[in-house]
């Protein structure tokens, strides 16, 4: 009986009263996103739904507005890069937008602020949250496709050009695609210097476009080593290679006594639309090895640079803010602004990769989460590997090979 007058009595029906019952859970918000499901071709990335993410102690929560397109993208695709990520990935290593939350501790920063970032993937997507120290502050007047366009290509030309190569007036550089973002970034930086000589090499198509971005074209295929040598028999003081292989060699050869080769990237390794083991091992096997013995005797340097090791991997945020505020700086008084090639919607992205993965792009290709996607045409343009989804004429895969 004792026991029976501790159980509390269940309230009756008849009380009046409502149960007590649990709120609801908010249901979680999903944002679109630009997701690779798996090493592979264009079909790897696709747009889902993902849950938003939120801003953790340190970090800002942006709004994207836009993100920009890189080489390293198709190369992640592929799984072409060393310790590929883990699949599904939210990619993209660069974004544009507006702060819309805090995280702990972050001071120097607000909601509301416009602001561009790197992140290590994760940027294509509506809403990304990032470490703080990776965020800088859009300049007045910069647009957020401009914003999306600048990180990653500036910082890399500006460091190969400045704080590696100390490009000073009467020197010569030599470029290879020098029709892409960082190609753009590189010409625009050189002509902050007096009387600078630039190489710079692109494909034909796109000639008429950037001729007044270089002191000396060369086409693609042309042997620019002869053609350089033409012009200045003593070679040139800094040679920009993202081909390597055997361009790695070449570029070597062209250096003047005191010269630097930079390597910033691998391009040459990306021949179809999946990974080549072939081309891979081909394009690293024609690399001479030179030894430091070879430098000393020969005066010259060679060195590197991968940017996102420089940040994620060595901790080098502090050095990349300081290099940023002389590129914002620049962008202020009107002496560089990066080049918009064209911006397709996340839906659109993979024929975005497949203008840069033709090199048919003019400077810099960004993705816009707000942009409206394009119809869909009833017939499939031929992709990289061949594929189509449709029958399309044969006579223009010949064109489109050659082009």
Same mark, same amino acid.
């Given at each position: 009986?004792?026991?029976?007058?501790?159980?509390?009595? /269940?309230?009756?029906?008849?009380?009046?009263?409502?149960?007590?019952?649990?709120?609801?859970?908010?249901?979680?918000?999903?944002?679109?996103?630009?997701?690779?499901?798996?090493?592979?071709?264009?079909?790897?990335?696709?747009?889902?739904?993902?849950?938003?993410?939120?801003?953790?102690?340190? +970090?800002?929560?942006?709004? #994207?507005?836009?993100?920009?397109?890189?080489?390293?993208?198709?190369?992640?695709?592929?799984?072409?890069?060393?310790?590929?990520?883990?699949?599904?990935?939210?990619?993209?290593?660069?974004?544009? *937008?507006?702060?819309?939350?805090?995280?702990?501790?972050?001071?120097?920063?607000?909601?509301?602020?416009?602001?561009?970032?790197?992140?290590?993937?994760?940027?294509?997507?509506?809403? #990304?949250?990032?470490?703080?120290?990776?965020?800088?502050?859009?300049?007045?007047?910069?647009?957020?496709?401009?914003? /999306?366009?600048?990180?990653?290509?500036?910082?890399?030309?500006?460091?190969?050009?400045? $704080?590696?190569?100390?490009?000073?007036?009467?020197?010569?550089?030599?470029?290879?695609?020098?029709?892409?973002?960082?190609?753009? /970034?590189?010409?625009?930086?050189?002509?902050?210097?007096?009387?600078?000589?630039?190489?710079?090499?692109?494909?034909? *198509?796109?000639?008429?476009?950037?001729?007044?971005?270089?002191? &000396?074209?060369? +086409?693609?295929?042309?042997?620019?080593?002869?053609?350089?040598?033409?012009?200045?028999?003593?070679?040139?003081?800094?040679?920009?290679?993202?081909?390597?292989?055997?361009?790695?060699?070449?570029?070597?050869?062209?250096?003047?006594?005191?010269?630097?080769?930079?390597?910033?990237?691998?391009?040459?390794?990306?021949?179809?639309?999946?990974?080549?083991?072939?081309?891979?091992?081909?394009?690293?096997?024609?690399?001479?090895? #030179?030894?430091?013995?070879?430098?000393?005797?020969?005066?010259?340097?060679? *060195?590197?640079?991968?940017?996102?090791?420089?940040?994620?991997?060595?901790?080098?945020?502090?050095?990349?803010?300081?290099?940023?505020?002389?590129?914002?700086?620049?962008?202020?008084?009107?002496?560089?602004?990066? &080049?918009?090639?064209?911006?397709?919607?996340?839906?659109?992205?993979?024929?975005?990769?497949?203008?840069?993965?033709?090199?048919?792009?003019?400077?810099?290709?960004?993705?816009?989460?707000?942009?409206?996607?394009?119809?869909?045409?009833?017939?499939?343009? $031929?992709?990289?590997?061949?594929?189509?989804?449709?029958?399309?004429?044969?006579?223009?895969?010949?064109?489109?090979?050659? +082009?």
């Amino acid at each position: 009986m004792a026991e029976e007058a501790n159980v509390p009595a /269940a309230t009756s029906a008849t009380d009046g009263e409502p149960k007590a019952t649990e709120p609801a859970p908010e249901p979680v918000k999903e944002m679109r996103s630009c997701v690779l499901t798996g090493f592979g071709g264009l079909k790897t990335v696709k747009v889902q739904k993902k849950p938003e993410p939120k801003a953790g102690e340190g +970090e800002v929560l942006i709004a #994207v507005r836009a993100g920009g397109l890189n080489f390293m993208d198709l190369m992640v695709r592929q799984g072409a890069i060393d310790n590929p990520p883990k699949t599904p990935i939210i990619m993209g290593f660069e974004c544009s *937008g507006e702060i819309e939350a805090l995280g702990e501790g972050v001071t120097d920063l607000k909601v509301g602020d416009h602001v561009m970032a790197l992140t290590e993937f994760h940027s294509w997507a509506e809403k #990304v949250n990032v470490p703080a120290k990776h965020v800088y502050k859009m300049p007045a007047g910069m647009t957020f496709h401009e914003a /999306a366009a600048l990180p990653l290509n500036y910082l890399v030309a500006y460091i190969m050009l400045f $704080e590696i190569g100390n490009l000073q007036a009467g020197k010569s550089v030599l470029v290879h695609s020098v029709g892409g973002g960082v190609g753009h /970034a590189i010409s625009q930086l050189c002509k902050t210097v007096d009387n600078i000589t630039l190489f710079g090499t692109a494909s034909k *198509g796109k000639a008429e476009s950037i001729k007044d971005n270089v002191t &000396h074209l060369i +086409e693609h295929g042309v042997d620019y080593v002869q053609e350089i040598r033409k012009i200045s028999p003593e070679g040139v003081d800094l040679v920009l290679d993202c081909l390597c292989g055997d361009d790695a060699n070449k570029g070597y050869s062209l250096l003047k006594p005191m010269g630097k080769y930079i390597l910033y990237g691998t391009s040459n390794i990306i021949t179809g639309e999946t990974k080549s083991l072939f081309s891979l091992a081909k394009s690293w096997w024609q690399v001479d090895k #030179v030894s430091p013995i070879k430098l000393y005797d020969e005066n010259r340097f060679i *060195g590197g640079i991968i940017l996102r090791h420089l940040l994620f991997k060595q901790g080098q945020h502090d050095y990349l803010r300081s290099v940023m505020d002389k590129i914002v700086k620049l962008y202020s008084s009107g002496k560089i602004r990066p &080049h918009i090639d064209s911006t397709w919607a996340y839906e659109d992205v993979q024929e975005g990769m497949q203008k840069m993965h033709d090199r048919k792009n003019i400077g810099k290709i960004i993705l816009d989460p707000a942009q409206e996607p394009k119809p869909k045409d009833t017939k499939k343009v $031929e992709n990289a590997s061949g594929e189509n989804e449709e029958k399309k004429d044969p006579s223009a895969d010949g064109q489109e090979a050659q +082009e």
